[in-house]
T-cell receptor, first 114, second 117 residues
Framework: DAKTTQPTSMDCAEGRAANLPCNHS???????VYWYRQIHSQGPQYIIH???NNETNEMASLIITEDRKSSTLILPHATLRDTAVYYC???????????????FGTGTRLQVTL | GAVVSQHPSWVICKSGTSVKIECRSL??????MFWYRQFPKQSLMLMAT???????TYEQGVEKDKFLINHASLTLSTLTVTSAHPEDSSFYIC???????WGHGYTFGSGTRLTVV
């Protein structure tokens, strides 16, 4: 799986958009970009994923550059509950009946403040 | 959505004793489950891949005789920390994916905080 690079930490004011970058310059054509987050003392939570098109769901938006070497997770209106460590992971998708391992990097610690 | 239940959420045990942690997929079947360990202020480290009906696959550096994994059914995997020592104190997390779905998200348990005294 391709390696990712994320800033160690970021701050964001409550109500503002949080933009979390991720570099994955060695990504392969069949690898997806996944984002998970881990709130303190809990298990990680899936947020969103994408291959090459921008994606949006009820939690966040994912912007992937045209060359796919980097991406940005956007939390449009951050709240205090969004304070967590955010992990960007690049890997191939698993088909039905298979589940290959998920490897976590160091992630970005997002602190949302009043 | 897919739910993974992990039990207990925390446990304190004496040095030299064994502790069992359970991971259940509540509404889906999982041929494969994963066990992670996380030390304070560090990322999740994959320990092993648990395979239903067969032996687990351990990551390099993880002692298979110390961390016993049993995956007896499609909805249950257990991790037993044998002869626990204070250095085994950590946050243990399991995860699984609905094998019947072409999906992308892995579901994680809420974790077990183990303290060995």
């Amino acid at each position: 799986d391709a390696k990712t690079t994320q800033p160690t930490s970021m701050d964001c004011a409550e109500g503002r958009a949080a933009n979390l970058p991720c570099n994955h310059s060695t990504i392969s054509g069949n690898e997806y970009v996944y984002w998970y987050r881990q709130i303190h003392s809990q298990g990680p939570q899936y947020i969103i994923h994408g291959l090459k098109n921008n994606e949006t769901n009820e939690m966040a938006s994912l912007i992937i550059t045209e060359d796919r070497k980097s991406s940005t997770l956007i939390l449009p209106h951050a709240t205090l509950r969004d304070t967590a460590v955010y992990y960007c992971i690049v890997r191939v998708a698993s088909g039905t009946g298979t589940a290959s391992k998920l490897t976590f990097g160091t992630g970005t610690r997002l602190q949302v403040t009043l | 959505g897919a739910v993974v239940s992990q039990h207990p959420s925390w446990v304190i045990c004496k040095s030299g004793t064994s502790v069992k942690i359970e991971c259940r997929s509540l509404d889906f079947q999982a041929t494969t489950m994963f066990w992670y360990r996380q030390f304070p202020k560090q990322s999740l480290m994959l320990m092993a891949t648990s395979n239903e009906g067969s032996k687990a696959t351990y990551e390099q550096g993880v002692e298979k005789d110390k961390f016993l994994i049993n995956h007896a059914s499609l909805t249950l995997s257990t991790l037993t920390v044998t002869s626990a020592h204070p250095e085994d104190s950590s946050f243990y997390i399991c995860s699984a994916r609905d094998q019947g779905a072409w999906g992308h998200g892995y579901t994680f348990g809420s974790g077990t905080r183990l303290t060995v005294v």
